[in-house]
C-alpha cells in the first residue's frame, strides 16, 4: 500500500483503536421488521462494540461484473424482493452515504480498478440487519459488490485490502448466509423448532469448524468438501460475504460465533463476529 494513500486514508478518518468485522446470516428479508431470536442477536452484537464511524458492508444481493461501491450522499432503500406484505415494502432506511469513503476505498483496492456507484443504493442484505444495529441510521453504509465473475480465492485476496479500514474506526460486515439453498426449503418448517436437512447440518458444522480452527484455505476451496457443501452452497453469492470477513481475522482477534440456527432446513443463520 502506498504511503500515499495511507496519507489521504489518516487525513479522511484519524486512527483509532482496531474495530471488530462482522458476517452476519441475514436470512429472509421478514427479518427487518420482525422480533426474533436473529434480531436480538444483532442487537446484541451491536452494543458488544463500539459504535463505527462508518460501515462498508458486502451483501449477497449486490453482484456485479467488476467491482463497484456505492458512492453516493443518499443511498435509497432498495426493496429487492418480491412476495412479502406491504410492511415491508414501507421500510426505509435512510443511512447517508459516503463518497468521500467511497473514493478512498476505491485507492485501497489494488487487485482491480473499482467503479464508484452512483445509481445502487442499500439492497435488503445490507438494510434489513444493518437497521438493528443501528436503528437511528446516523451511521453512514457504503456497499462494495461482489464480482460474480471471479474465484473464491479473489474476493479473498481483494478483502484483504480492506483491512486497514478496521483501525480507522469502520465496521466492516458481510451479509449473506452460510447455507442458503432456497430450492430445497422445507417451507412447512419455517416456524417453530429449528429444523435442517442432514446435509445443512453436516455443511454447517464442517463450516463452523473450518472458521474456529482458521482453516481459512479449506472454506475458499469449498467446492472441493463434498456433496454436502455442494448442496449448501449451489451459488456462491450468500457464501462470499463470510470469506470477505475472515479474510480480515489478525493473529489477536478472537473469533466467536452467533444466531447459530437453522431455518427452513436448508439455511443457517450462523454469524460471526472478529474481535
Not at 410492511?87 to 476505491?106: C, I, R
Not at 485507492?107 to 445509481?119: E, M, R, S
Not at 452460510?178 to 445443512?200: E, I, M, Q, Y
Amino acid at each position: 500500500m502506498s504511503l500515499n494513500v495511507l496519507h489521504k486514508l489518516s487525513d479522511f478518518l484519524e486512527h483509532t483503536s482496531k474495530m471488530p468485522a462482522l458476517f452476519l446470516g441475514h436470512g429472509s428479508p421478514m427479518n427487518a421488521i420482525e422480533e426474533n431470536e436473529f434480531v436480538e442477536g444483532f442487537r446484541n452484537v451491536s452494543k458488544s462494540i463500539p459504535k463505527p464511524k462508518a460501515i462498508v458492508c458486502i451483501s449477497a444481493h449486490w453482484e456485479t461484473k467488476g467491482t463497484h461501491v456505492t458512492a453516493m450522499e443518499n443511498p435509497r432503500t432498495i426493496h429487492d424482493f418480491g412476495g412479502f406484505p406491504r410492511a415491508l415494502f414501507e421500510v426505509q432506511y435512510p443511512a447517508p452515504g459516503s463518497p468521500e469513503l467511497a473514493k478512498q476505498t476505491k485507492q485501497l483496492i489494488k487487485k482491480t480498478t473499482v467503479g464508484l456507484d452512483t445509481h445502487w443504493g442499500l439492497d435488503h442484505g445490507a438494510w434489513s440487519v444493518i437497521k438493528h444495529l443501528y436503528p437511528e441510521a446516523d451511521v453512514p453504509v457504503i456497499q462494495l459488490s461482489l464480482d460474480r465473475t471471479k474465484p473464491a480465492q479473489y474476493h479473498f485476496e481483494l478483502a484483504k485490502e480492506l483491512s486497514i479500514l478496521r483501525k480507522k474506526g469502520l465496521l466492516i460486515v458481510g451479509s449473506g448466509n452460510t447455507v442458503h439453498n432456497l430450492g430445497l426449503v422445507a417451507w412447512h418448517k419455517l416456524s417453530g423448532t429449528p429444523f435442517a436437512f442432514d446435509w445443512a447440518i453436516e455443511a454447517n458444522e464442517k463450516m463452523k469448524d473450518f472458521i474456529l480452527k482458521e482453516d481459512f484455505n479449506s472454506l475458499i476451496d469449498y467446492k472441493a468438501q463434498g456433496k454436502a457443501f455442494e448442496l449448501a452452497i449451489p451459488t456462491p453469492e450468500h457464501y462470499l460475504p463470510l470469506l470477505y470477513t475472515l479474510a480480515l481475522k489478525e493473529n489477536q482477534d478472537e473469533i466467536t460465533l452467533f444466531n447459530d440456527q437453522p431455518v427452513g432446513g436448508s439455511l443457517s443463520m450462523t454469524s460471526v463476529k472478529l474481535s
